[in-house]
Structure formats: C-alpha cells, structure tokens
C-alpha cells in the first residue's frame, strides 16, 4: 500500500514537472518565431514520457531491495548502478518517438550528432532522476516510519491487553480464597447460614465467569459481582455492619477495570469491620463529577466518573495499605489496570483518612473514555 501510494505521489510529481517543462518550452518556441506548437510539446513530451516508463520499470526491478532504506548509501548505491541501463534506453527511445512523428508529418528532424546527443541527454535524464531519487527516499522513509510506528501501537495495545487480562485474572482466586475462608468459618457457628451464603457465593462465581475473559466491564457488572460480596460479608457481620449504596442511573452503562471495586470492598471489611466491634456503616457511591468550572458539556471533555467507598470507623495503618498483605496486591493491582487503561494522569484511586474515624477510598476515572456510549 505505502509503495503504490509512493509511486502515484511521484508519477503525479513527474506530470506536474512534465507540464511546467512543456509550458517552459512552448514560450521559449513561440519567442523564437515557432509556429508549429505540436514541436517543442513532442519534444518535452517524448522526454517525459520515456524517462517515466523508465523510471517505473527500474522502480520494479529494484523494489525488493527497500530493505536498504535503512543503510541509505547502499540504496542510492543500488539506483545509481541502474543509471547506465537508462541512459542506453532513453536516448533511442525518446528520439525513436521524435523521428516516428516528424516522418508522419513528412518532415525530417535534426538533432546533434549522436556520440554529442547520447552524453547531453544522459547527463540531463540523470539530474531529473536524481531529483526524484531523493523524492522517493523521502516518501518511502516517512511511510516506512509510519509503518513501524503503527506496528509499534499495535504491538503495545496487544502486550497491555495481555497484562491487564493477567492482572485481572489474579484478582478471581484472591476473592475466591476470602469467600470461601467466610463460609468455612461460618460452618462452625451457623451451618444454615454458611449454606445461604454459599448459594450467594455461588451466584457471584456465576457473574465472575461471565467477565473471566474481559478487563473491562460495565459498572452495572461490577456492581453484581461487589453486592454478591458484600451479601456473603454481610452474612458473616451481620450485626456489625450497614451498607448504603448511592448509584447514579446514568453511570450504570460506564466501563471500568472489572473486579476493582470488590477489593475496595474487601479492605474495608478485613481492616474495620472484622476488628471493631462497633457497628461500620459502609457508603458505596457512583456519580458523574463535572469538571471545576462547573460548565455542563455534554461531551463529557473533562468529567470524571468517581466511585467512593467510605466507612465511618476505619484507620489506615500504612500509606494507602500498599505494604499490607493482601490488601496491598489488590490496590497496587488496581492501580497498575489504571495507568495501563487509562494513562498515569487521566485516572486514579487514592484513600483517605476521614477525621474523626474512617476511610475514603476513591476511583477516578475520565467520563469520556469510560462512559463514551
């Protein structure tokens, strides 16, 4: 495709320059008393002509050494080494054409001697090809260029789909090993509710198979698979623990990195809830936040989907928890999705400590990427 786009660009060139030679010669023609113009455009055109057949065959010849475009003087070596075949083709052709014609018009045609004319012609053919040599370098350089760059992105795009599909893939067993060490531990206390939190397990696992192969779901899904966890926690704590769910219709259909809430989750129920003995109330959000101008666009340019878990007993005993247990592979997972997804500055998650008690923690993520449907 680059090297039928490279060759049009250049044949458009040649016309162009075949034009404005013609032109050139026709005043100069006229200047000179000329009255027969069908001459100098013969002249200029015969030139032309057979220096493109010319240069289009010896664009075919050498195509499958483009490969030299990367050491440029073996591929300027390798069209110079081209020039004496040219020069032994365009001078009999060209003036083949030019006398063909002028003996259909029952004239003759003069020219310089042969030996004169073959150096003259030779040495003008090749500074116009050496023009379009340099033309030619240059366009199938930048299309080269574009080439890599694009197998460069793609290249990319399909190494971060593969690391955010294996960051996701990590975060299913971590939540599965949580539940069922709930369950287990509800066996010896209350075999009836151990069995209904099982069943609600098993709907949970149902959801999380629907997204195995995805690192990215709507919110709408996400929020299935965090409410099936907090139903089995709630089962566990069921005294010791409220939940407030405060969801914006219209971020239902947002896509995000699937399994990132359900840790969130998970942090506040080992860290508050199981160690405190009052009751937590936990608040989990979703809304569209304008951005600080306060100017509703519905493009969405510069909103932001935030999601927030909050709790009202909650101490953070590390800087956002990263270096404890757990805990801190699922944030850091969370984060690493986020810069691969959405680049280190359009998106983030960060916690809180709340005063007097409590832990916010909030997701970022930019409106127009994650709710662009």
């Not at 366009?139 to 190494?159: C, G, I, M, P, T």
Request: one cysteine or more; charged letters at 20%; a neutral charge.
């Amino acid at each position: 495709m680059h090297s039928t786009r490279s060759k049009i660009t250049v044949v458009m060139a040649w016309l162009l320059f075949t034009l404005l030679m013609v032109s050139v010669a026709v005043q100069d023609f006229q200047r000179d008393g000329g009255r027969l113009l069908w001459q100098p455009i013969l002249w200029e055109s015969s030139s032309a002509i057979t220096g493109l057949f010319i240069w289009l065959t010896q664009r075919r010849l050498t195509k499958p050494y483009d490969y030299l475009l990367a050491t440029p003087w073996r591929w300027f070596a390798l069209q110079i080494l081209c020039l004496p075949l040219q020069w032994i083709c365009f001078v009999p052709i060209t003036f083949g054409i030019r006398h063909a014609v002028y003996a259909l018009m029952g004239m003759p045609y003069y020219h310089r001697a042969w030996p004169e004319l073959f150096l003259y012609e030779s040495i003008k053919l090749s500074i116009f090809l050496s023009m379009f040599m340099v033309i030619l370098f240059g366009l199938l350089s930048y299309f080269e260029l574009v080439k890599q760059k694009l197998h460069a992105e793609q290249s990319n795009a399909l190494l971060r789909q593969a690391q955010l599909q294996r960051m996701t893939q990590q975060m299913q067993p971590h939540f599965l090993f949580n539940a069922l060490n709930t369950i287990s531990s509800l066996m010896h206390t209350d075999v009836e509710k151990a069995d209904a939190t099982l069943i609600q397990l098993a709907d949970v696992l149902r959801a999380t198979l629907e997204v195995s192969e995805q690192h990215e779901a709507p919110l709408a899904t996400e929020l299935r698979l965090v409410r099936g966890y907090a139903s089995v926690m709630a089962e566990r704590y069921a005294d010791r623990v409220t939940l407030d769910w405060q969801i914006d219709p219209d971020t239902l259909t947002c896509t995000m990195p699937v399994m990132s809430l359900q840790p969130l989750l998970e942090n506040i129920f080992k860290h508050t809830v199981e160690q405190c003995r009052q009751t937590t109330h936990i608040q989990i959000s979703a809304k569209r936040e304008r951005d600080q101008t306060g100017e509703v666009d519905d493009s969405g340019k510069s909103d932001m989907l935030v999601l927030r878990l909050r709790d009202d007993q909650g101490k953070l005993q590390t800087k956002d928890a990263d270096s404890d247990g757990h805990s801190g592979i699922g944030l850091r997972n969370i984060r690493e999705r986020l810069a691969l997804q959405y680049g280190d500055d359009t998106a983030s998650l960060r916690l809180t400590q709340l005063s007097p008690a409590g832990v916010l923690a909030e997701m970022r993520l930019p409106w127009r990427t994650a709710c662009a449907s």
